[in-house]
């Protein structure tokens, strides 16, 4: 088993984003809690990084400079790897099986 120390006030935090976004569903009574609202391989890590964080990069479109082109094209890099990985992903172990 898998834990993490998180605070509970920090949790309920994460948790609201989350249920805000529509990323998770919570359920009521004595089996309740909360589940994906989608599969965990339809949930990539940049989705994720993004509701919490926003852009990780800012690019002004209108800047053509070398440096400008540089951060534009590590950014697409940086995002295309992000949203290449998805929960599932994270979940797995080299042997497909899940470690949580």
Known sequence: SLTEDISEKYLEAIISQLKKSKMVTSHRGQNGGYTLSKPADAISIY????????????NDPHDNSTIAQFWQEFSSHVYA????????DLLKNREGMYFI
């Open 81 to 88: 790897f992000l949203e290449s990985w998805t929960i599932e």
């Open 47 to 58: 989705s994720i990084i993004n509701l919490f964080e926003g852009p990780l990069i800012e």
